[in-house]
């Protein structure tokens, strides 16, 4: 087998990493408010913080095959390798095979700080397999933190034996607080050994996702809500879901699009329900961002994903490699203790240099007239930088420049959820697919383009730029956008070019 | 009298631990019900307890062959309100 040696890959490189914005959660760590006790147990936590997910990477192990309710959203057939999204796994795991996997990408990837256990199926459905891998780990590798996504239903049951263990997050999916809406979303709950249909079930869930929420508060441990966003079910809704969430004491709140196509075979993908567009997405994640803690960095994993968000090294992992392994786990704590220490100090003198020297556009003399805002994409494979092509890149960065300041608001992926063949997919062009994934934005940055897109780009209105290569993306979005200021591009609305017809 | 798992069983494990007479094996390509031990959950439970679970329609059935979960049960639609419950969903 070839897993990479300790040392001589760039997977010990602290700042390596899937997303490599340096400029996530620049506009001010999210985390920043928080009280001391909470930053201290989500600085490392790739899905909590934003800061933490350039550094450090997480793993999921597909040990919960088991579910206890439908989503519209969910097919249990869940073993397509090319699909990216929650619910999917390759290979599901025993609970002492995925002990070994997770030992053996922790020697591997010392920055992986997290293990998580999300499905395929409900972990808490699951509850021995959950558990027993749970205590494996508390035992075995004490330096890595256990995670657990649930849908809340078995919550109320099961959390005293939950706590027993090295947690300190529990995500939870609350789609509603309505039972009319959660009856457009879930079919049917296992409940009592009984299967509950419709608005009865859905009752039922949302009762007992309040009553977990609340006994996890109670009990000190971080919540992070997720919420899958449905556009005409859900969406006015969601809002709502993130004031009463919070109210119980949830700490951040992630607002996911929806994912449905027909050839996923979930309900909405084969009834074409469709998912939000990107500026609905963003609009209702402004809207809740009002009311709590709102999460951009979200890559909506697999099940058995591996490695950086926005990154899956699973196939590196695959059981028939893991098994031949022996791991010297004592060996491998310390060398993680090291990384993780240099990870730190990279950190801290990151934040001491963003102390120094807070750089605003403001002091780029801007034009103090209403400017409006403008929306870029960003090709980078790491490293806060401009240094990708533009046909390489997987997915790119959305950043927003306004008159005050240069924000990260989302990542886009070109490949949207499937990197199958022709056949996975309506035989759309991959550049069409790029562009319109980029819709809205008016500049793209990367470190170099070939000259079809350049053509194809323009025309649909997106501003290919290759000036800016290897140079830190908020001082480039910055840059550009007083550019645009000077030729007084800021003034008046985008040029609404017609789209080609290609 | 002993249910069956048929063909569009997605292996999910769902039914396993559940049943009361512990009929229910992994096998290869699908799990599998064995038809000495499986009591129907009479006795037990009200609802047979693999069928009150299964995830996909028409996958367990009974000794006559009839699917416990009959086609639209699982989604709430059944199928002759199929296109017009699609249309529906188009137009959100």
């Known amino acids: 087998m070839e897993l990479t040696v300790l ?7 602290p700042a390596a990493g899937g997303c490599a914005s340096s400029g996530c959660g620049s506009n001010d760590d999210q985390l920043n408010h928080l009280p001391e006790h909470i930053r201290a147990k989500v ?13 450090y990477a997480r793993m999921h192990v597909a040990v919960a095959p088991a579910c206890n ?32 996997k997770v030992m ?12 998580g256990i999300a499905g395929p199926g409900d972990p808490l459905a699951n509850p021995e397999r959950t558990f027993d891998t749970f205590r494996q780990l508390t035992e075995k590798a004490p330096d890595i933190k256990l995670c657990v996504s649930t849908n809340g239903l078995a919550l109320p049951e099961l959390v005293d034996e939950l706590c027993k263990h090295n947690i300190d997050h529990v995500t939870m999916t609350i789609n509603c607080v309505d039972p009319d809406i959660g009856a457009q979303i879930y079919p049917w709950i296992f409940w009592k050994n009984r299967r509950v249909y419709g608005r009865k079930g859905a009752e039922i869930l949302i009762k007992q996702q309040q009553k977990g929420l609340q006994m996890l508060v109670d009990r000190g441990i971080l919540v992070k809500v997720n919420s899958v966003m449905i556009p005409g079910v859900n969406d006015k809704h969601l809002e709502e879901v993130s004031k009463a969430v919070k109210a119980k004491g949830a700490f951040l709140h992630n607002v996911m699009p929806l994912i449905a196509e027909a050839e996923h075979g979930t309900f909405y993908g084969v009834m074409g329900q469709r998912g939000p567009t990107h500026d609905e997405l963003q609009e209702l994640q402004d809207a809740c961002s009002g009311d709590m803690n ?28 893991i098994e031949a392994v022996d791991v010297d786990y004592a060996a491998a704590m310390v060398k993680r203790a090291e990384v993780h220490a ?40 790491g490293g806060g930088i401009i240094n990708q092509h533009f046909g390489h890149a997987r997915e790119f960065l959305i950043y927003e420049a306004n008159a005050h300041d240069v924000r990260f608001i989302s990542h886009r992926k070109t490949d949207l959820y499937c990197s199958g063949d022709d056949t996975c997919g309506d035989g759309e062009s991959v550049l069409q697919k790029t562009i319109n994934a980029l819709k809205g934005c008016e500049v793209v940055l990367c470190s170099k383009i070939g000259y079809e897109p350049w053509g194809m780009l323009e025309e649909a209105g997106i501003m290919p730029n290759g000036e800016h290569a290897m140079e830190a993306i908020e001082d480039a979005v910055a840059a550009v956008y007083k550019e645009m200021g000077e030729k007084g591009l800021l003034d008046k609305k985008p040029e609404t070019k017609q789209r080609a017809t290609a | 009298m002993a249910l069956q798992i048929v063909d569009g069983c997605v292996n999910c494990w769902a039914c396993e631990p559940l049943c009361p007479s512990k009929a229910i094996y ?19 439970y009200a609802d047979k307890q693999c069928a009150s679970i299964c995830p996909v329609e028409q996958v367990i059935v009974d000794s006559q062959g009839e699917a416990l979960n009959p086609p639209g049960s699982l989604t709430g639609i059944p199928p002759e309100r199929w296109e017009q419950v699609r249309a529906e969903i188009q137009a959100r």
């Open chain 1, 342 to 381: 240099a990870i730190e100090a990279t950190l801290a003198a990151k934040q001491q240099k963003k102390n120094e020297t807070f750089i605003s556009l403001s002091s780029l003399s801007i034009p103090k007239k209403e400017s409006r805002p403008v929306l870029m994409a960003i090709a980078t494979s």
């Open chain 1, 7 to 13: 040392g001589q890959s760039q997977t010990t490189a």
């Open chain 2, 26 to 44: 992994a096998a290869i390509p699908h799990f599998l019900i064995d038809a000495k031990k499986c009591t129907e959950c009479d006795g037990d």
């Open chain 1, 294 to 321: 709102m999460m951009r960095h979200c890559r909506q994993c697999r099940a058995d994903a591996v490695g950086m968000l926005g990154e899956d090294r699973g196939d590196e992992f695959t059981m028939d490699k």
């Open chain 1, 104 to 115: 053996t990408v922790a020697a591997n990837i010392p920055q992986m700080t997290v293990l």
């Open chain 1, 69 to 100: 309710i439908q989503c519209h959203y969910c097919n249990r057939k869940y073993d397509c390798s090319n699909e990216s999204r929650p619910g999917v796994v390759s290979e599901l795991l025993t609970p002492d095979q995925a002990v070994k």
């Open chain 1, 43 to 55: 600085h490392n936590h790739p899905c909590y913080s934003e800061e933490a997910h350039h550094h």
